[in-house]
């Protein structure tokens, strides 16, 4: 079950406009980010959560979708992120927040696929545009962006080929493609 879990959490990146996400949705999510581990458990994270338009599409203002997608601008109006989950750090508790928000982004994200939902993890963020539209206090630093919605669209993992290539790619059928290296060739015997 947990494997089945692992490989349908892709990064969506188009979703279903009709299926809204309430705060409690958001508010469970974040529920499982705090039980999950934390470096000295100083626990220094906090969450700005949105779910309504006008604050979701100043998030989405911020963003910067799929790199190697040159001809992509990003999700279209009508299959944007239903909502936002903003990973802050608390610098009054902590200056450095080591992988502690990679572990609560990824127990959000399984979280919210075993829903049925799904998401993508961004670190490309217009930081200072943020925190003004957001009003995030300097005291919190922005980590990570998490949009949710139900996906819209089929992403198949593939392995990388010989060349090495890791770029993922889209079909013209619309289906994305993410290149996984093989287990022999990143494990160290
Ligand atoms: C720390 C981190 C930052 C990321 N930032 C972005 C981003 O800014 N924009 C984006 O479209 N995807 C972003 N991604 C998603 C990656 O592109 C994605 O994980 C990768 O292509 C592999 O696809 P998969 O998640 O389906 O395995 C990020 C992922 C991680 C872990």
């Known amino acids: 079950m947990l494997d089945e879990l692992v490989k349908g959490n892709r990064s969506y990146r188009r979703f279903h406009p ?7 949705t958001l508010k469970g999510l974040v529920n499982l980010a705090r039980l999950s581990a934390s470096a000295a458990n100083l626990q220094p994270l906090k969450y700005f959560l949105s779910a309504e338009p006008q604050s979701n599409a100043a998030i989405f203002s911020c963003l910067a979708w ?12 009508g299959e944007r992120p239903a909502a936002y989950i903003v990973i802050l750090g608390d610098t009054g508790i902590s200056k450095n927040f080591g992988c502690d928000h990679g572990i609560a982004a990824q127990s959000i994200l399984l979280g919210a696929r075993a829903q049925g939902l799904g998401g993508c993890m961004l670190g490309s963020i217009q930081r200072d545009r943020l925190r003004e539209l957001l009003q995030i206090p300097e005291q919190l630093d922005i980590l990570l962006v998490i949009a949710l ?3 819209k669209e089929t992403v198949v993992l593939e392995e990388v080929g010989p060349g090495g290539d890791i770029k993922y790619w889209r079909g013209p059928d619309g289906i994305h493609h993410v290149p996984k290296r093989r287990l022999e060739d990143i494990i160290l015997t």
């Open 66 to 77: 799929a790199g190697y997608l040159k001809d992509w601008p990003g999700p279209a109006e």
């Open 149 to 151: 919605g139900r996906p």
């Open 18 to 24: 009709e299926t809204a996400l309430t705060l409690e």
